[in-house]
């Protein structure tokens, strides 16, 4: 079975902080992404990567960057988290042309 | 006009119906299909894969995909309570490096 784990299932930080979400997937899978999932407006894409430090922008890259230095990792971080930040946030992975596993999630609370 | 459209409910059932979910979508490039179900608290498992039109079954459920409609289904037969749960649709087009694309996802509630 695709094992897609995230670091932390809940965290809260302070505006301003810069907050790192780490993911990590054991099936050697070239594609990785990361999603904002909110009431109401559903999954969200921010970032996605096809290799190695390679990387795209998704729907709503603002305020997010990623880093993909290993294969099976890949980064999120939050440059100076704000309010609006406060979501939960899924990790995938998959190969090309194939289903998306996805991590339990991260509930990111920014006070 | 987003790419795909589901009616996000609440759907609410008695135990034993036959619930039917759907979703639409406006790209005809799209090829291959997808179920998830999200448990609360939880991230979207992988419920139903489908490559190009047609039905496919697995125990209680089937997945239908028209691709002259550019319409999806989802049917769960002797619906239970264990069914009740977030229904995402998602698909995607080859070209995309994986890329998927969701519906906003149906809340299902099936009461004993």
């Known amino acids: 079975d695709v094992k897609v784990t995230q670091s932390s299932r809940y965290l809260v930080k302070r505006t301003g902080e810069k907050v790192f979400l780490e993911c990590v997937q054991d099936m050697d899978h070239e594609n990785m992404f990361w999603y904002r999932q909110d009431p109401g407006l559903g999954l969200r894409l921010i970032y996605f990567s096809y290799d190695v430090k390679m990387k795209e922008k998704g729907d709503i890259p603002e305020g997010y960057s990623v880093s993909r230095e290993k294969k099976e990792r890949f980064s999120l971080i939050l440059e100076s988290a704000s309010t609006n930040q406060t979501s939960m946030y899924l990790c995938a992975s998959s190969s090309q042309g194939q289903p998306q596993h996805f991590g339990d999630g991260t509930r990111l609370s920014i006070l | 006009q987003k790419e795909v459209e589901q009616d996000p409910g609440p759907l609410s059932v008695p135990e034993g119906a036959i619930v039917s979910l759907n979703c639409t979508y406006s790209n005809s490039a799209f090829q291959y299909f997808m179920w998830y179900r999200q448990y609360s608290r939880k991230g979207p498992e992988l419920l139903m894969y489908t490559y190009s039109s047609g039905n496919k079954e697995d125990g209680r459920f089937t997945a239908q995909v028209d691709k002259s409609s550019k319409y999806i289904s989802l049917f769960i037969r002797d619906s239970q309570p264990s069914d009740s749960a977030t229904y995402l649709c998602?698909?995607?087009?080859?070209?995309?490096?994986?890329?998927?694309?969701f519906g906003r996802g149906t809340q299902l509630t099936v009461w004993p």
């Open positions: 998602a698909m995607g087009r080859g070209s995309t490096l994986g890329r998927l694309y």
